[in-house]
Protein backbone atom coordinates (compact mmCIF):
# COMPACT_ATOMS: atom_id res chain seq x y z
CA UNK A 1 0.00 0.00 0.00
CA UNK A 2 3.05 2.12 1.04
CA UNK A 3 4.76 1.84 -2.89
CA UNK A 4 0.92 2.21 -4.14
CA UNK A 5 0.25 5.18 -2.31
CA UNK A 6 3.49 6.76 -3.80
CA UNK A 7 3.05 6.09 -7.65
CA UNK A 8 -1.10 6.67 -7.92
CA UNK A 9 -1.97 9.86 -5.73
CA UNK A 10 -5.39 9.95 -6.59
CA UNK A 11 -6.85 12.80 -5.04
CA UNK A 12 -7.17 14.83 -8.24
CA UNK A 13 -7.71 11.62 -11.01
CA UNK A 14 -11.20 11.10 -10.58
CA UNK A 15 -14.72 13.34 -10.17
CA UNK A 16 -15.82 11.52 -6.91
CA UNK A 17 -12.07 12.45 -5.84
CA UNK A 18 -11.87 15.79 -6.55
CA UNK A 19 -15.48 16.36 -4.79
CA UNK A 20 -13.49 15.09 -1.81
CA UNK A 21 -12.02 18.46 -1.27
CA UNK A 22 -15.52 20.70 -0.87
CA UNK A 23 -17.71 17.87 0.39
CA UNK A 24 -21.28 17.89 -0.37
CA UNK A 25 -23.22 14.83 0.64
CA UNK A 26 -26.03 14.95 -1.94
CA UNK A 27 -23.99 16.09 -5.09
CA UNK A 28 -21.47 12.92 -4.04
CA UNK A 29 -24.33 10.86 -3.52
CA UNK A 30 -25.98 12.08 -7.12
CA UNK A 31 -22.78 12.41 -8.82
CA UNK A 32 -21.87 7.95 -7.57
CA UNK A 33 -25.45 7.31 -8.89
CA UNK A 34 -24.49 8.73 -12.35
CA UNK A 35 -21.01 6.75 -12.52
CA UNK A 36 -22.34 3.58 -12.25
CA UNK A 37 -21.54 2.00 -15.38
CA UNK A 38 -20.17 4.67 -17.46
CA UNK A 39 -16.46 6.54 -17.73
CA UNK A 40 -15.50 9.19 -15.33
CA UNK A 41 -15.50 11.42 -18.29
CA UNK A 42 -18.95 11.12 -18.34
CA UNK A 43 -19.74 11.58 -14.80
CA UNK A 44 -17.68 15.03 -14.61
CA UNK A 45 -19.80 16.15 -17.51
CA UNK A 46 -23.17 14.84 -16.69
CA UNK A 47 -22.57 16.16 -13.36
CA UNK A 48 -21.21 19.29 -13.91
CA UNK A 49 -24.54 19.65 -16.65
CA UNK A 50 -26.79 18.64 -13.94
CA UNK A 51 -25.77 20.86 -11.19
CA UNK A 52 -26.21 23.78 -12.98
CA UNK A 53 -29.93 23.16 -13.17
CA UNK A 54 -30.25 21.26 -10.03
CA UNK A 55 -28.13 20.14 -6.89
CA UNK A 56 -30.56 19.52 -4.28
CA UNK A 57 -33.19 17.05 -3.76
CA UNK A 58 -36.15 19.95 -3.53
CA UNK A 59 -34.83 20.71 -7.51
CA UNK A 60 -34.20 17.11 -8.91
CA UNK A 61 -38.20 16.70 -7.63
CA UNK A 62 -39.36 19.83 -9.44
CA UNK A 63 -37.12 18.74 -13.08
CA UNK A 64 -39.60 16.91 -15.50
CA UNK A 65 -38.24 13.99 -15.73
CA UNK A 66 -37.99 14.20 -19.89
CA UNK A 67 -35.51 17.17 -18.55
CA UNK A 68 -33.79 15.00 -16.34
CA UNK A 69 -33.30 12.86 -18.73
CA UNK A 70 -31.89 14.97 -21.25
CA UNK A 71 -29.53 16.55 -18.83
CA UNK A 72 -27.62 13.13 -18.07
CA UNK A 73 -28.55 11.45 -21.20
CA UNK A 74 -24.47 10.85 -21.74
CA UNK A 75 -23.76 8.75 -18.37
CA UNK A 76 -26.04 5.64 -20.42
CA UNK A 77 -28.60 3.88 -18.86
CA UNK A 78 -30.10 7.55 -18.17
CA UNK A 79 -33.88 6.34 -17.88
CA UNK A 80 -33.08 4.33 -15.14
CA UNK A 81 -30.91 6.69 -13.26
CA UNK A 82 -33.66 9.36 -14.09
CA UNK A 83 -35.97 7.52 -12.02
CA UNK A 84 -33.58 6.43 -9.44
CA UNK A 85 -32.40 10.07 -8.77
CA UNK A 86 -36.29 11.03 -8.52
CA UNK A 87 -36.66 8.01 -5.90
CA UNK A 88 -33.64 8.75 -3.81
CA UNK A 89 -34.50 12.85 -4.08
CA UNK A 90 -38.04 11.64 -2.83
CA UNK A 91 -36.76 9.53 0.20
CA UNK A 92 -34.42 12.37 1.32
CA UNK A 93 -37.30 14.95 1.29
CA UNK A 94 -39.98 12.71 3.27
CA UNK A 95 -38.07 10.61 5.53
CA UNK A 96 -34.16 12.77 5.67
CA UNK A 97 -35.93 16.49 5.57
CA UNK A 98 -33.70 16.38 2.52
CA UNK A 99 -29.96 15.80 3.87
CA UNK A 100 -28.14 13.17 2.94
CA UNK A 101 -28.02 10.73 6.11
CA UNK A 102 -24.58 9.38 7.36
CA UNK A 103 -24.85 5.99 8.78
CA UNK A 104 -24.61 2.92 6.16
CA UNK A 105 -27.61 1.26 7.37
CA UNK A 106 -30.13 4.51 6.55
CA UNK A 107 -28.57 4.91 2.76
CA UNK A 108 -28.86 1.21 2.26
CA UNK A 109 -32.80 1.34 3.13
CA UNK A 110 -33.60 3.91 0.35
CA UNK A 111 -34.08 1.80 -3.01
CA UNK A 112 -31.54 2.63 -5.10
CA UNK A 113 -28.26 2.61 -3.16
CA UNK A 114 -25.80 0.04 -3.15
CA UNK A 115 -22.76 -0.95 -0.86
CA UNK A 116 -20.90 0.77 -3.19
CA UNK A 117 -22.31 4.02 -3.34
CA UNK A 118 -23.36 4.05 0.30
CA UNK A 119 -19.63 3.85 1.08
CA UNK A 120 -18.22 6.00 -1.10
CA UNK A 121 -20.51 8.70 -0.12
CA UNK A 122 -19.67 7.60 3.99
CA UNK A 123 -15.63 7.96 3.15
CA UNK A 124 -15.99 10.92 0.33
CA UNK A 125 -18.80 13.02 2.20
CA UNK A 126 -18.66 12.48 5.50
CA UNK A 127 -14.83 11.55 5.70
CA UNK A 128 -15.62 7.91 7.58
CA UNK A 129 -13.49 4.74 7.39
CA UNK A 130 -14.86 2.66 4.90
CA UNK A 131 -13.77 0.79 1.90
CA UNK A 132 -15.96 1.78 -0.61
CA UNK A 133 -14.98 -1.32 -3.56
CA UNK A 134 -15.81 -0.93 -7.64
CA UNK A 135 -14.50 -3.77 -9.94
CA UNK A 136 -11.10 -2.23 -9.15
CA UNK A 137 -11.38 -2.73 -5.83
CA UNK A 138 -12.80 -5.98 -6.05
CA UNK A 139 -10.71 -7.07 -9.23
CA UNK A 140 -6.96 -6.55 -8.08
CA UNK A 141 -7.12 -8.03 -4.22
CA UNK A 142 -7.77 -10.99 -5.80
CA UNK A 143 -5.29 -10.67 -8.60
CA UNK A 144 -2.48 -10.39 -6.38
CA UNK A 145 -3.40 -12.80 -3.74
CA UNK A 146 -4.70 -11.21 -0.79
CA UNK A 147 -8.05 -12.46 -0.90
CA UNK A 148 -10.30 -15.19 -2.59
CA UNK A 149 -13.53 -13.75 -3.48
CA UNK A 150 -16.36 -13.89 -5.37
CA UNK A 151 -18.68 -10.59 -4.69
CA UNK A 152 -17.61 -7.11 -3.96
CA UNK A 153 -19.52 -7.42 -0.71
CA UNK A 154 -17.07 -10.23 0.53
CA UNK A 155 -13.85 -8.14 -1.01
CA UNK A 156 -15.35 -5.56 1.79
CA UNK A 157 -15.58 -7.84 4.50
CA UNK A 158 -12.28 -9.59 3.54
CA UNK A 159 -10.08 -6.44 3.52
CA UNK A 160 -11.80 -4.84 6.71
CA UNK A 161 -10.03 -8.00 8.28
CA UNK A 162 -6.17 -7.74 6.64
CA UNK A 163 -5.99 -3.63 5.25
CA UNK A 164 -4.60 -1.45 8.35
CA UNK A 165 -7.16 0.86 8.94
CA UNK A 166 -5.21 4.16 8.02
CA UNK A 167 -4.95 2.54 4.33
CA UNK A 168 -8.59 3.09 4.21
CA UNK A 169 -9.65 6.50 3.16
CA UNK A 170 -7.16 6.61 0.07
CA UNK A 171 -7.89 2.49 -0.89
CA UNK A 172 -10.76 3.37 -3.53
CA UNK A 173 -9.12 6.38 -5.39
CA UNK A 174 -5.51 4.62 -5.79
CA UNK A 175 -6.93 1.08 -6.94
CA UNK A 176 -9.24 2.66 -9.20
CA UNK A 177 -6.26 4.85 -10.24
CA UNK A 178 -3.60 1.98 -10.61
CA UNK A 179 -6.38 -0.34 -12.45
CA UNK A 180 -6.97 1.76 -15.21
CA UNK A 181 -3.54 3.09 -15.39
CA UNK A 182 -1.54 -0.21 -14.79
CA UNK A 183 -3.12 -3.76 -13.60
CA UNK A 184 -5.86 -3.33 -16.15
CA UNK A 185 -8.49 -6.44 -16.84
CA UNK A 186 -7.08 -7.87 -19.88
CA UNK A 187 -3.77 -7.64 -20.73
CA UNK A 188 -1.70 -5.90 -17.75
CA UNK A 189 1.33 -3.48 -17.43
CA UNK A 190 2.99 -5.79 -15.40
CA UNK A 191 6.20 -4.49 -16.47
CA UNK A 192 5.69 -1.07 -14.95
CA UNK A 193 3.83 -2.42 -12.07
CA UNK A 194 5.92 -0.83 -9.05
CA UNK A 195 4.50 -4.09 -6.67
CA UNK A 196 5.08 -6.96 -9.60
CA UNK A 197 7.23 -8.58 -7.18
CA UNK A 198 4.39 -8.86 -4.33
CA UNK A 199 2.16 -9.78 -6.72
CA UNK A 200 0.79 -13.63 -6.91
CA UNK A 201 -0.83 -12.64 -10.61
CA UNK A 202 -3.26 -15.00 -10.10
CA UNK A 203 -5.92 -15.73 -13.33
CA UNK A 204 -3.07 -12.86 -15.43
CA UNK A 205 -2.94 -14.76 -18.96
CA UNK A 206 -1.25 -12.27 -20.36
CA UNK A 207 0.73 -9.11 -19.55
CA UNK A 208 2.73 -6.27 -21.36
Known amino acids: MRLLSKNFSSSDKTTLNRMRRKPNAFRILISCLLSLRTQDKNTEKVSRQLFAVADTPEEIIKLPIKKLEKLIFSSGHYKKKAKTLKHVSKVLIEKYKGEVPNTKQELLSIKGIGPKTANIVLAFAFGKSVL ?24 EKQLEKILPKKFWKEFNGIFVLFGKTICQPVSPWCSKCPIRKYCKRINVKRSR
Open 132 to 155: PIDTHCHRIPNRIGWIKTKTPEKT
